[in-house]
């Protein structure tokens, strides 16, 4: 049975498995070892190391992740930052320029903003990313497309198939962040896209229990990717892999539950005297619905709201909720909320911030697998409580 045949459910299942041929264990052994003998004294053909991403350990996850973005070959990091780089390293050098959305995820924002001057490579940041606006900013020394679709945390959409038709004409490597959607929502290489990064802290993990991330493509991006991988030494070590391969496999029942119940709390949100706006791809009156519903499979767990009410109040609403968890983060099985202001965007200038708005009081939620009828009694409650209490 070709496995290229085999459905989402059934490649987060089974994709990339290394099954135990010693004992018959069914699931990926952790391969401990460092170092690794010869194929002619009785080690394998492959000469296998950690740091060079050859470990059935850590391919078993990337070959998931691969699978489920329909890539020839992926691997993985030790984090979604550590993956970005790598896939930005492996198409710049010194003197080239690239081209992002300017709407960023906080972290993505500082190393761009940060890193590449240090590296002799310029950037353009365009705002309301559309197909037209970024290939405006494209110059004679550009050499890549870089976008997050939906975007944290105003979940702005950006059209993968027109990026990836410019990219194609202009020649220039596209690249997606595909953290938000999960690969069982969209995919961007399937768009046309030449790279596609995760932060795997987030969905594929699921759990809030580790970090690391994943770049996947072709495989002579990949061979590229790779060589920088080994360079950086962003490995991500074996027992991180094992719990990584063992939260994918029940990705796509996660996310459905992801989907569906973001849908549900948008909808109640939406309703909410106390609430003013709310942002979620899903929702008819979204600026991307339109798009969101051609280029994604479900809309997502994550949504962004703002209270119509003082800072003060909104923080007392937070500060009131007994169930879902004001954390950093997102993507696991428990609901998560946070100000973007003070987190994912902590580090983007104020100015940049209110210019992207991102306001003070912006409220992201990432919707976790608990009842989506308990999730809304928990919000119902802590707003009461700061209308009342103030
Ligand atoms: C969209 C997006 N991309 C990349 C990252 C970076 O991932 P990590 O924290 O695993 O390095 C994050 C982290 O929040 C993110 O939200």
């Not at 972290?107 to 001057?117: K, N």
């Not at 940041?125 to 870089?146: F, G, H, K, M």
């Not at 229990?209 to 920088?228: F, H, T």
Request: one cysteine or more; glycine letters at 8%.
């Amino acid at each position: 049975m070709g496995r290229a045949m085999l459905h989402p459910d059934t490649l987060c299942a089974r994709a990339g498995e290394k099954l135990d041929r010693i004992v018959g264990g069914v699931t990926t052994p952790i391969h401990t070892a460092s170092a690794y003998m010869r194929a002619d004294v009785g080690g394998t053909a492959a000469y296998r190391y950690p740091r060079y991403n050859n470990i059935p350990t850590q391919d078993a996850p990337a070959e998931k992740i691969a699978a489920l973005e329909g890539a020839q070959a992926g691997l993985v990091a030790a984090s979604g930052m550590a993956a970005e780089a790598v896939a930005l390293l492996a198409v710049l050098a010194a003197g080239d320029h690239v081209v992002f959305q300017a709407d960023l995820y906080g972290g993505t924002h500082h190393f761009l903003s940060v890193e590449l001057p240090r590296l002799g490579i310029e950037y353009t940041l365009v705002a309301n990313a559309d197909a037209a606006s970024l290939e405006a900013a494209v110059q004679a020394n550009t050499r890549a497309v870089y976008v997050e679709t939906p975007s944290n945390p105003l979940f702005h959409v950006v059209d993968l198939a027109a990026v990836a038709d410019l990219a194609r004409r202009r020649g220039l490597v596209s690249i997606a962040d595909n953290t938000f959607a999960s690969p069982i929502n969209q995919n961007p290489l399937a768009l046309g896209f030449d790279l596609v990064v995760h932060s795997g802290t987030k969905y594929l993990n699921g759990h809030s229990d580790l970090n690391c991330g994943a770049v996947v493509g072709s495989r002579a991006l990949m061979d590229k990717v790779r060589e920088r991988a080994v360079d950086y030494g962003v490995t991500l070590n074996v027992y991180d892999c094992f719990l990584l391969e063992r939260g994918m496999k029940t990705l796509a029942l996660r996310m459905a539950r992801h989907n569906a119940s973001a849908m549900a709390l948008a909808d109640f949100l939406s309703g909410h005297r106390l609430v003013s706006r709310v942002f979620y791809p899903g929702l008819p009156d979204h600026p991307g619905h339109a798009v969101a519903a051609r280029q994604m499979r479900g809309f997502g767990g994550m949504l962004s709201f703002e209270l119509d009410c003082s800072p003060k109040r909104a923080r007392k609403a937070v500060a009131s909720l007994e169930l879902i968890l004001e954390a950093v983060s997102l993507g696991g099985v428990e609901s998560l909320i946070c100000f973007p202001c003070e987190t994912s965007h902590a580090k983007m200038p104020p100015d940049e911030r209110r210019r992207q708005g991102i306001s003070d009081t912006l409220i992201r939620f990432s919707t976790g697998i608990e009842d989506a009828a308990d999730l809304m009694a928990d919000l119902e409650q802590a707003f009461a409580r700061a209308m009342r209490d103030g």
